[in-house]
C-alpha cells in the first residue's frame, strides 16, 4: 500500500504529555485494516491444506472457512497496529525511546478502529549552570573512609588501588548528579526495563530449578520487595544515563567514527558477522557515554574549589 494512501487512512492525534511520556490516539481506517486482512490472509494460504487442491492454491474464501475470521484478524492485527503505530510516529514528529504501552484498544468489526498508546520520550533535564563548581564541591568534601583491606591495597597493589579510586569517584559523581539534576523518568519505561529483566531472571531460575519465591527468600526480600529495589535500581540508571547524555550534547561531547568501527571491526572478528545500524549506535552511546564520565572526572578535578571535609 502506498504511504500517501497510509497518511489518508491513519489519523494520529497527541494528547497530554506528562512524566516525560505523551498519549497518542490513532484511528485507522477500514479500508487500511481490510488491506491489511486480505494480505494477511493470503499468506496464510500458502500454507494451508485444503482437499482437493494443491496447497497454496485453494480459493481464499475455503482458507477463510479453514482459519476462522478471528484467527486471521488476530495475525493480521499485528501488521495493522505496527503499521499505524509507525505512521502515527511520523505524522506526528515525536521521538519514542521505549516500546509504547497500548491503554485503550477499540476494534469494532465492521468501522474504523481506535487505538490509544503512552509513549516514553526524552525526559527533560534541568542542570544547573554551575553544575560543575557544585559537582567539585560535593565530591571534594566528601571525606573518603579508607577501609583495612583499601588501606592493604595503597601499601600494595597500587593499580588495583587505584583502580578501586576510581570507582570511588564515579560513584561520588553520580551521586552528586542524582541530587543536582532533576530528572523524571516515564513510568512506562520503568515497567518495560523492569519486566525485561524480571522475564530474563525467571529464565535462569527456571534453568536452575529454582522459582521466583524461593530466591526471594534466599534473599531475604519478598518477591515484591525484588520488583521495587528493582525499579529504584533502573530509575537511578537510567537517570544518570539521560544525565549523562544532556552533559554530552551541553558540551559537544561526540565520538569519533573511527573509534565506533575500531570496536565493530573486533567485535566483527570474535562473532564473524557484519554489525547493523542499531548496533553502531549502540556502541556510539557507549563510548560517548565513558567519555563524558572520563570528561567530568577531569573537570571536577581541575575546579577551583575549597574543600572542607
Same mark, same amino acid.
Given at each position: ?9 491513519i489519523?494520529? *492525534? ?9 498519549? &497518542? ?11 491489511? /486482512? ?5 499468506? +496464510?494460504? %500458502? ?21 476462522? #475470521? ?6 493480521a ?5 505496527? +503499521?499505524?503505530?509507525?505512521? %502515527? ?9 521505549? @516500546?509504547?504501552?497500548?491503554?485503550? %484498544? ?9 487505538l $490509544?498508546? #503512552? ?5 527533560p533535564? #534541568? +542542570?544547573?549552570?554551575?553544575?560543575? /563548581? ?12 579508607i *577501609? ?11 593499580? @588495583?588501588?587505584? !583502580? ?15 541530587? &543536582? ?6 513510568? *512506562? &519505561? ?11 531472571? /525467571? ?9 521466583? $519465591? ?12 525484588? !520488583?521495587?529495589?528493582? $525499579? ?32 565493530? %571491526? ?9 554489525r547493523?545500524?542499531?548496533?553502531? &549506535? /549502540? ?12 570528561? +567530568? ?10 574543600? *572542607?571535609?
Amino acid at each position: 500500500m502506498a504511504i500517501k494512501q497510509d497518511k489518508i487512512l491513519i489519523q494520529a *492525534t497527541l494528547g497530554r504529555s506528562q512524566q516525560s511520556e505523551v498519549s &497518542l490516539t490513532i484511528s485507522i481506517g477500514k479500508s487500511f485494516i481490510d488491506t491489511h /486482512y486480505q494480505a494477511t490472509l493470503k499468506e +496464510l494460504s %500458502a500454507e494451508v491444506k485444503i482437499k482437493g487442491f494443491r496447497q497454496g492454491s485453494a480459493p481464499l474464501n475455503l482458507v477463510e472457512d479453514q482459519l476462522g #475470521k478471528d484467527f486471521v484478524l488476530r495475525k493480521a492485527s499485528q501488521s495493522i497496529v505496527s +503499521l499505524a503505530y509507525l505512521e %502515527a510516529v511520523k505524522q506526528t514528529n515525536i521521538r519514542p525511546i521505549a @516500546e509504547p504501552k497500548l491503554i485503550k %484498544a477499540v476494534t469494532p468489526d465492521n468501522a474504523d478502529w481506535q487505538l $490509544e498508546f #503512552k509513549i516514553p520520550v526524552l525526559p527533560p533535564i #534541568k +542542570l544547573p549552570k554551575d553544575y560543575l /563548581y557544585q559537582l567539585a564541591k560535593k565530591v571534594k568534601n566528601n571525606k573518603r573512609i579508607i *577501609t583495612p583491606d583499601e588501606a592493604k591495597l595503597e601499601s600494595g597493589d597500587k593499580t @588495583e588501588a587505584k !583502580r578501586q579510586e576510581i570507582n570511588q569517584k564515579i560513584n561520588q559523581v553520580f551521586t552528586a548528579l542524582l541530587e &543536582l539534576a532533576k530528572v523524571e523518568i516515564s513510568p *512506562t &519505561l520503568i515497567a518495560n526495563e523492569v519486566n525485561r529483566q524480571l522475564a530474563n531472571l /525467571y529464565d535462569q531460575l527456571k534453568k536452575l530449578g529454582m522459582s521466583v $519465591e524461593d530466591y526471594a527468600k534466599t534473599k531475604g526480600l519478598t518477591v515484591e520487595q525484588i !520488583r521495587t529495589n528493582l $525499579e529504584n535500581q533502573l530509575r537511578q540508571e537510567l537517570s544518570i544515563d539521560f544525565i549523562l547524555g544532556e552533559i554530552a550534547k551541553q558540551e559537544k561531547i561526540t565520538v569519533d567514527k573511527a573509534d565506533v568501527d575500531k570496536v565493530l %571491526a573486533s567485535a566483527k572478528h570474535e562473532h564473524g558477522h557484519e554489525r547493523n545500524q542499531q548496533e553502531r &549506535l /549502540y556502541v556510539t552511546s557507549l563510548l560517548q557515554k565513558q567519555k563524558t564520565i572520563n570528561w +567530568l572526572i577531569k573537570a571536577v578535578d581541575n575546579e577551583k574549589v575549597i574543600a *572542607t571535609a
